[in-house]
């Protein structure tokens, strides 16, 4: 008898998994312990085993595919059996074995399949798998494909680059778990469309594919023909793995540049004319523009008309500057674009006040210099305060809080977050378990994530998860200022420079180092008197280094 197995539910937060890839294959043989395929959760990509032993009979989530918890994963039974009352989404007797029901966390109904997967599944060629806009971060809800890496007719191997997206976090490659032939692009490049949303067709090379993209509502993006892909892939000639795009030069060559990196150029302000391409055929890629030196570059000056001397020197008329109007529209970024949003829905939705006080900062620096001293030591002022702040949320854990419409959640846990500024925006990776880490840890984990921050190389995971954030815009010279809270978070501090200055010590005015931080709070989550409480005895850890060394 047929048994149904469904998307578990494999850490207390999940909601929807995605299939990374298949250790099975429809067909094959299942025993009992049989790993069949790796899940990638909110949280790690994990091994998926049987509880069931028969015939790998139907594969609902094609590898790479996302589908909600309880969604039809596969269904394993008798070699042979038939299976369409399944597939058709109507109750069966073969009811999910216990041991499924334990795994997804004892779900009580009959899993339906969802329309994302099973009614395309159920009626692809064989060999034939359906790819959709990946959710490569935990807020991503829709993504840009920046450059396609393959083109129709392409053969593709499993751990082939497909794509470079841009997502609301970074822009990161996507390759593929399947291997085939590239039949179709359902997002071309610079386009943008939902998760979920129809991304490719990958099979083998020749398979008749009419239909399938006009019958996929997963996403309901924009798509485009395969046979107009095709013509057009045809017709450009080119046999290069990169897509390329040619740009006239000013002595009448074509500049070979991929869409990338002619991206980048035109966001930096660089002219290809001045690039030298290091790919195939001479290409620029994305590495030449970011290696590109600026002072090679000719600067663009926006051409400025000269005034007539008649106009200017008229006697009966007052002098005006004569010039050009010139704006420049950049467009925006799936990273501006979430910033944007998220950043709003903070303010408009969250109560926001703001908490100040002044920290005397000289102890601060006899201690730092003290602990650089060290070999291989490097700790700075930034790391010194996100030790303060994780030791003092232990002591205020309503610091440590996220507001629920009914209820209040208290962590117990410190997962610092540290906003970096990346050349798209910001980004916040995060910190886990920062109250159980040394100085020098801290120290060296936030240069390590900064640095890979602003080469787009951090995972989705080390950006999410934070519980508190702090906010540093001291080394720019910024004395104090006011951020918008990272919600969930209800708490975020703005740390300022360090500035000396006159101050009252013993009754005497004497030259000291002090510094400004600000704590912006959720009122719904933390009164004011709370968040008073926290940053006295922040400062109490700041102005005494030695306590934070206990």
């Not at 996507?174 to 610079?190: C, P």
């Not at 210099?369 to 702040?389: E, G, H, L």
Request: with cysteine.
């Amino acid at each position: 008898m047929a048994t149904i197995i469904t998307m578990p539910r494999l850490s207390d937060t999940m909601t929807e998994g995605t299939v990374a890839t298949w250790l099975k294959k429809v067909g094959d043989k299942v025993s009992e312990g049989d790993i069949l395929a790796e899940i990638e959760t909110d949280k790690a990509t994990m091994e998926f085993e049987s509880f069931n032993e028969g015939t790998l009979l139907h594969i609902g989530i094609p590898a790479g595919e996302t589908a909600p918890v309880d969604s039809l994963l596969a269904i394993i039974g008798t070699e042979g059996e038939d299976i369409s009352a399944l597939l058709a989404g109507k109750p069966a007797d073969a009811a999910p074995a216990k041991e499924e029901t334990k795994v997804t966390e004892e779900t009580a109904t009959t899993p339906e399949v969802t329309k994302a997967t099973a009614p395309v599944t159920a009626s692809l060629p064989k060999g034939v798998v359906v790819i959709t806009m990946p959710r490569l971060s935990d807020t991503m809800t829709e993504g840009t494909v920046a450059t396609w890496l393959k083109k129709v007719g392409d053969t593709v191997a499993e751990g082939d680059i497909l794509a470079e997206i841009e997502t609301d976090k970074a822009t990161m490659e996507f390759e593929s778990f399947n291997e085939g032939t590239l039949l179709y692009v359902g997002i071309e490049e610079g386009n943008t469309a939902p998760v979920d949303s129809l991304l490719a067709i990958i099979g083998p090379a020749g398979t008749d594919i009419s239909g399938i993209a006009e019958n996929y509502k997963a996403g309901g993006a924009p798509q485009t023909a395969p046979a107009v892909t095709e013509e057009k892939e045809v017709a450009s000639n080119e046999k290069t793995t990169e897509p390329i795009v040619q740009e006239p030069s000013t002595d009448g060559q074509r500049i070979l540049a991929s869409p990338l990196a002619k991206k980048i150029a035109s966001d930096k302000g660089i002219q290809l004319t001045q690039v030298k391409g290091s790919g195939e055929n001479g290409r620029i890629v994305k590495s030449d523009i970011e290696n590109f030196t600026p002072q090679t570059a000719a600067t663009p000056v926006p051409t400025t008309a000269a005034p007539a001397k008649t106009e200017t020197v008229a006697a009966a008329k007052p002098f005006v500057p004569a010039g050009e109007v010139f704006t420049e529209e950049i467009k925006n970024s799936q990273m501006r674009k979430i910033i944007a949003k998220r950043l709003a829905e903070s303010l408009f939705t969250a109560p926001h006040y703001n908490l100040v006080i002044e920290v005397t900062m000289d102890e601060a620096m006899k201690s730092r210099a003290i602990i650089n001293s060290v070999p291989d030591t490097k700790v700075s002022f930034n790391d010194m305060v996100i030790k303060a702040c994780a030791m003092a949320l232990k002591k205020h854990p309503k610091i440590n809080s996220q507001w629920r419409e009914d209820s209040i959640l208290i962590n117990h846990h410190v997962n610092i977050g540290v906003a970096v500024a990346v050349e798209d925006g910001l980004v916040v990776p995060v910190l886990r378990f920062t109250d159980a880490m040394s100085l020098s840890q801290i120290g060296g984990s936030v240069r390590d994530l900064a640095g890979r921050a602003k080469n787009k190389k951090l995972l989705p995971t080390e950006m999410e998860g934070s519980t508190f954030t702090v906010s540093n815009l001291g080394m720019f010279g910024i004395t104090e200022f006011n951020s918008i809270i990272n919600q969930p978070n209800s708490a975020i501090l703005s740390v300022g420079a360090i500035v000396e200055k006159p101050v009252v010590k013993n009754g005497q005015i004497v030259v000291g180092n002090t510094m400004m931080l600000s704590l912006a709070c959720d009122h719904r989550t933390i009164d004011g008197a709370t968040g008073a409480q926290f940053l006295q005895t922040l400062k109490q850890f700041i102005e005494n280094p030695v306590t934070m060394l206990a």
